[in-house]
T-cell receptor
Framework: DAKTTQPPSMDCAEGRAANLPCNHS???????VYWYRQIHSQGPQYIIH?????ETNEMASLIITEDRKSSTLILPHATLRDTAVYYC??????????????WGLGTSLAVNP | NAGVMQNPRHLVRRRGQEARLRCSPM?????VYWYRQLPEEGLKFMVY????????ESGMPKERFSAEFPKEGPSILRIQQVVRGDSAAYFC???????????FGPGTRLTVT
């Protein structure tokens, strides 16, 4: 069962920031939040991940609330090529220390010119 | 450095036939993961393998499905006696270590007629 809930779709104007929310209210203390995106049924692409602190890389920023029950992925200047389905994922510990990714349904982001 | 490779990209099988999906991880990666994605859904974890060992197969159906990652050669996901419900996109991912992010291949789209 998915451990995350996201809005099914969002729109964003090209050049503006895209803020994608995610709820993960049942997350445990040692479970990470990951974000991947999938462009038109291609293989998913890693974006960013975090545990407690906010994170930033060349693609995006991840803001995690203090209680860790929700987070927001920020694409600072969205382009048309950022149109994709964005998945917020909780990484849990599975059998054999497997860091298992539990995927939800994602948010379909449309960046409009 | 080539990415994760999967073949074939598209596979059509009749009910009752066998499907064999191949995954070559990125160079230097010894951890392989298989996922299944149905239309309009997120990915579902199937199995996690390290070289020659199955570590976590908690997401794989008990019957008809098997996976291997031999010492030499690609990882193989085998589905015997396919049924229409097996039609899906199957993605493989690899990582250099358990804690690292997973890099995905382009997927194999299986259609069972």
């Amino acid at each position: 069962d998915a451990k995350t809930t996201q809005p099914p779709s969002m729109d964003c104007a090209e050049g503006r920031a895209a803020n994608l929310p995610c709820n993960h209210s049942t997350i445990s203390g040692n479970e990470y939040v990951y974000w991947y995106r999938q462009i038109h049924s291609q293989g998913p692409q890693y974006i960013i991940h975090g545990l407690k602190n906010n994170e930033t890389n060349e693609m995006a920023s991840l803001i995690i609330t203090e209680d860790r029950k929700s987070s927001t992925l920020i694409l600072p200047h969205a382009t048309l090529r950022d149109t994709a389905v964005y998945y917020c994922i909780v990484r849990v510990l599975g059998a054999g220390n497997n860091r298992k990714l539990i995927w939800g349904l994602g948010t379909s982001l449309a960046v409009n010119p | 450095n080539a990415g994760v490779m999967q073949n074939p990209r598209h596979l059509v099988r009749r009910r009752g036939q066998e499907a064999r999906l191949r995954c070559s991880p990125m160079k230097g990666h010894s951890h392989v993961y298989w996922y299944r994605q149905l239309p309009e859904e997120g990915l579902k974890f199937m199995v996690y393998l390290q070289k020659e060992n199955i570590i976590d197969e908690s997401g794989m159906p008990k019957e008809r499905f098997s996976a291997e990652f031999p010492k030499e050669g690609p990882s193989i996901l085998r589905i015997q006696q396919v049924v229409r419900g097996d039609s899906a996109a199957y993605f493989c991912a690899s990582s250099p270590a358990q804690e690292s992010e997973q890099y995905f291949g382009p997927g194999t789209r299986l259609t069972v007629t």
